[in-house]
């Protein structure tokens, strides 16, 4: 992205220009779409979110008297014969971090209006994200296969279960939003609306690239929390 | 207006004439404001009657209609409190109800009234109405979310209303919903009713976080030429603080209303320890109880500074205009406004002294919440000093902010009591309790909507209200609203318990029973007298005086749209420019006792007008 330029303003570098931003009329975060402002921000209230989340699971993990399970059994998957501590977690999470990774290139190139690399880019991250979906929608029914409910498990505390479907079925559910709007932008930019200046179904306005990296930053985003998650529930 | 702009020679002066101050010559170039860094806003304009009335995307018609759904919920709440009124003064005429009836009421009257008609009013309805006009802004910069946001709400309402209908009636737990005994069986409306409230407040979380989002954005990125955050009327300050407090507040209660349904239905044990029942082990174990009240005080606390701060912002411009002086000591205003929303994420677990926390956090609490009386006294003082040699002008809309004043004063320093732990704790959930929060989120915030509703009516429908309606209403509601909650703090001292359907065999059956009729009645009287401000709008739409363009002489942009009540789009075809803060009156050497927000500096360059 460009540094924006702005009429009459003198954009200065650290913590000067974001006073002087502040300071100034019109609009605080200088250059910045609408629609970014408000993705950061609701991000951000999204982050509270899971916040509460998982600080309620350190605590309701600190307070049951009854033994935690431990983690690399529990998540343990059999590869030829060897339970591998994990396994199926390392490529679930190896695949969200890729999509991210194609989700950033599917941005650079909408600024570029590059409209079919940015489409290609914006399906594969669509898949990865289906992918993800799939593999935690396959480790529910293994767990639930060997008798974990929300309300109880074999292994431990009742409470395992519960904080587990609850707060990976919060973060399944983003995914599961992202997916479906990464495929209707990818509908969008195969489809050339932006070029054409088609209106939005809904909002009947006229749509930029900058819808893409909106998404992206929701992407991210998501992935980001998972690597919470992970931390949380898989390693501790 | 449009004729200003014309007069505003130095629209197209380029950066480089701009800004030789050293002269002090008249020199257009003082007027000189850079060009617009955003482009026009698009705007969908309705074609049916369905997409200008119903699903509307203008954010004026959507704050009418939070303001009137969120009537709507008061009013409930206010038929509520009434049976609950009959019940303590008049139990022998209140023979239909029962205890569980009297749960129900106590419940849902403070949830109708804290989440559904303060918070939705406020934010909801003054913010959408006055946000995008105050600063200068076509429209919410999302018309359509913010569409949605409402619809959310309005579902959210029906969710909550439809649990009276529900088998077992609405939950019945007390506002705060304290588990384990939420959920529970011998709790009224355990079943549905809790269901439905938790639903109903997930909905009204989603669909505030949609408003939310539209509210700050507004704030931050659509302000017009030369509206600088310093030059913002303070109710918009209030109200953009408040919305930060709501979106980073509300999602402690969205999680705790899920795990609650997960503990309800799917019988998780977020929140449930072991119970026994009749001698029977319940499936419950191993959760925490107090972890629920933490994540509740953590949205509730922030939620009383969502309804408190705009009123805050939206009382400092009342008085300014109607006492024509600014506000004293605006950035010292806009500071307090700031540092109490982030100070009151600080201070939840002063609601939770008696729950057996360690002391040491009590201590901690006590010492945060006493230190948020510090600016919320600065307020106090500036609105006094605002009125100080004033032109006041004692008309309905300064009445309420007079009311205002006082109440606020009395339920803060009943705060101090309970801010003190070892105060607080032979006080906790007596009457007292209830006189005070009744005073300072109740009462408080509720005169300065009635004062906003008198000050803002001819802006939004054209016509002025009823000043002699109006203080009958005033004068009934404050005098009846102190004989209400002052004596509940008597009530309070001799340990009179809240909550409680009747007072059984206890002494307060007879050394209450005096005190309790009286403000029976007089709860009555304030909740008719309501009633007179309905009719006042009802006679004011039918037969009241046509209200001319700006008619208290206001500076800011609200009341100096091309038309009145302004149109989709506000500001007809040219924003306005801004040159100065909302407060400019009674400024030495001005013609006018009043400078709008729009005037250039060089129209009033032989005045003293403030530097802003």
Known sequence: MSEPKIDGFELKPGFKGMASDTASDQTMFKGVHWGKAMMWIFLLSDTFVFSCFLISYMKGRGSTPVEWPNPSEVFALEAFGVPVPLLLIALMTFVLITSSGTMAIAVKYGYEKNRKMCGWLLLATALGGLTFVGMQAYEWSKLIHEGVRPWENPFGAAQFGSFFFMITGFHGFHVSIGVIFLFIYTYKVFAGHYEKGKKGWFTKLKGDYVEIEILGLYWHFVDLVWVFIFAFFYLW | ?612
Not at chain 2, 49 to 64: L, P, R, T, Y
Not at chain 2, 347 to 365: E, K
Request: hydrophobic share 50%; proline share 5%; aromatic share 16%.
């Open chain 2, 1 to 612: 207006m449009s004729d200003e702009y014309d007069n505003n020679k130095s629209y197209q002066a380029q950066s480089s004439e701009v800004m030789d101050g050293s002269t002090g010559s008249v020199n257009p170039d003082i007027d000189y404001v850079r060009p617009s860094e955003v482009g026009e806003q698009e705007l969908y304009h309705p074609h049916s009657f369905i997409e200008k009335w119903v699903f509307c995307q203008d954010a004026k018609v959507i704050g009418v209609q939070y303001f009137l759904t969120a009537v709507f919920t008061g009013v409930v709440g206010l038929i509520l409190s009434w049976l609950m009124r009959l019940q303590l003064g008049f139990p022998e005429l209140a023979g239909f109800m029962t205890a569980e009836h009297y749960y129900q009421f106590v419940t849902m009257h403070g949830m109708i009234m804290v989440v559904y008609f303060l918070t939705a009013l406020f934010l909801g309805g003054f913010g959408n109405y006055l946000i995008p006009l105050m600063v200068g802004a076509r429209d919410m910069v999302f018309p359509y979310v913010n569409m949605l946001s409402f619809w959310m709400f309005f579902v959210a309402v029906a969710v909550l209303m439809a649990s009276f209908f529900v088998p077992g009636g609405p939950t019945g737990a007390g506002w705060t919903l304290y588990p384990p005994q939420t959920i529970l069986e011998g709790t009224p409306g355990a079943g549905m009713g809790i269901l439905l409230m938790l639903i109903s407040l997930s909905l009204f979380v989603i669909g505030f976080t949609m408003g939310g989002l539209n509210y700050m954005i507004t704030i931050l990125q659509a302000r017009t030429r030369g509206m600088t955050l310093m030059r913002m009327p303070l109710t918009v300050w209030g109200i953009f603080t408040a919305t930060v407090l709501a979106m980073l507040a509300f999602p402690a209660l969205l999680v705790s209303a899920i795990m609650m349904t997960l503990d309800k239905v799917l019988q998780t044990s977020f929140f449930m320890p072991t119970i026994l029942k009749a001698g029977e082990v319940l499936e419950y174990g191993g959760g925490s109880p107090i972890l629920f009240q933490h994540l509740f005080w953590f949205f509730g606390h922030p939620e009383v500074y969502i309804v408190a701060l705009p009123a805050f912002g939206i009382v400092s411009d009342l008085i300014s205009v109607h006492a024509r002086k600014n506000i004293f000591g605006y950035r010292m205003m806009v500071w307090a406004i700031v540092g109490i929303g982030a100070l009151s994420f600080f201070v939840w677990a002063h609601h939770m002294y008696v729950s057996g926390m360690n002391p040491w956090f009590g201590f901690f609490f006590a010492t945060t919440t006493l230190i948020i009386a510090v600016p919320t006294a600065m307020k106090v003082y500036n609105w006094i000093l605002t009125l100080w040699r004033g032109n006041i002008r004692i008309n309905v809309v300064m009445l309420w902010c007079l009311g205002f004043i006082v109440t606020f004063v009395n339920g803060g320093i009943t705060g101090i009591f309970l801010g003190n732990v070892s105060v607080d704790v032979p006080l906790s959930d007596t009457y007292f309790v209830i006189a005070h929060f009744h005073m300072v989120m109740g009462i408080a915030p509720l005169m300065v909507i009635m004062g906003a509703v008198y000050h803002w009516f001819p802006l939004v429908a054209g016509k002025m209200l009823d000043e002699g309606l109006g203080k009958w209403h005033f004068w009934i509601t404050f005098l009846g609203a102190y004989s209400i909650y002052f004596p509940m703090h008597y009530l309070g001292f001799i340990g009179v318990p809240r909550r409680y359907f009747e007072m059984y065999d206890s002494p307060y059956m007879t050394s209450a029973v005096g005190m309790n009729e009286f403000i029976s009645i007089a709860a009555f009287i304030v909740g008719a007298a309501q009633f007179i401000l309905i009719f006042n709008i009802i006679k004011t739409l039918k037969t009241g005086k046509k209200a001319e363009q700006n008619p208290w002489k206001a500076n800011s942009l609200e009341w100096y749209t091309s038309t009145v009540p302004p149109e989709h789009g506000n500001f007809g075809d040219r924003l306005p420019v801004v040159h100065r803060w909302p407060y400019d009156f009674s400024v030495p050497g001005a013609k006018e006792d009043y400078i709008p927000q729009t005037t250039a500096p060089s129209e009033v360059i032989h005045t003293e007008v403030e530097k802003t």
